[in-house]
T-cell receptor, first 114, second 112 residues
Framework: NAGVTQTPKFQVLKTGQSMTLQCAQD?????MSWYRQDPGMGLRLIHY???????DQGEVPNGYNVSRSTTEDFPLRLLSAAPSQTSVYFC?????????????FGPGTRLLVL | GQQLNQSPQSMFIQEGEDVSMNCTSS?????WLWYKQDPGEGPVLLIA?????ELTSNGRLTAQFGITRKDSFLNISASIPSDVGIYFC????????????FGQGTTLQVKP
């Protein structure tokens, strides 16, 4: 049971480039989320999903797209990277079936946009 | 966007001392969570609180869900060097599972 995995661990992009941050979980969790972490601001929700085929926007969705074609995977796409998207990105998952709903986080992807 | 106010922002303490940090919100939450983040890692859940007034312990850690449902605190007793890290509070509204609102974090440094 690997939990929540994220790839890549590090990435450097030039402004205007596109890329996809991968997230996978093997716990059969219905809920998955993407957060970004910036110094002094904690974690802010980008997009989340309550199940395959269902996604919704979080607090800071602009510049990011998501899709949820399977329960296991929840990729985050940057269509045209900007320096303001330099951040650490965390994926998380949780089990809707549990009475105690808590989120499990991946190790993060550190992104630098030049 | 909505944020939780977490304080203090940072703490530098001596090993063996007790630590207290808290979070306040202008809105009501049905769940309060406390996470710890080690350098280069994702946050790890320490304590989850589900009921107003609830007091829960996890080893040397104790957290409480405020009666008003708008605040929570975390205490660490007899701190040790491995307590170093960033501690985050997070709140969750009913029916919005998967959407956590995080505090800004408290950075804890422990001097041996």
């Amino acid at each position: 049971n690997a939990g929540v995995t994220q790839t890549p661990k590090f990435q450097v992009l030039k402004t205007g480039q596109s890329m996809t941050l991968q997230c996978a979980q093997d716990m059969n969790h219905e809920y998955m989320s993407w957060y970004r972490q910036d110094p002094g601001m904690g974690l802010r929700l980008i997009h989340y999903s309550v199940g395959a085929g269902i996604t919704d926007q979080g607090e800071v969705p602009n510049g990011y797209n998501v899709s949820r074609s399977t329960t296991e995977d929840f990729p985050l796409r940057l269509l045209s990277a900007a320096p303001s998207q330099t951040s650490v990105y965390f994926c998380a998952s949780s089990d809707r079936g549990s009475a105690k709903e808590t989120q499990y986080f991946g190790p993060g992807t550190r992104l630098l946009v030049l | 966007g909505q944020q939780l106010n977490q304080s203090p922002q940072s703490m530098f303490i001596q090993e063996g001392e007790d630590v207290s940090m808290n979070c306040t919100s202008s809105s009501i939450f049905n769940t309060w969570l406390w996470y710890k983040q080690d350098p280069g890692e994702g946050p790890v859940l320490l304590i989850a609180l589900y009921k107003a007034g609830e007091l829960t312990s996890n080893g040397r850690l104790t957290a409480q869900f405020g009666i008003t449902r708008k605040d929570s605190f975390l205490n660490i007793s007899a701190s040790i060097p491995s307590d170093v890290g960033i501690y985050f509070c997070a709140g969750q509204h009913s029916g919005n599972t998967g959407k956590l609102i995080f505090g800004q974090g408290t950075t804890l440094q422990v001097k041996p």
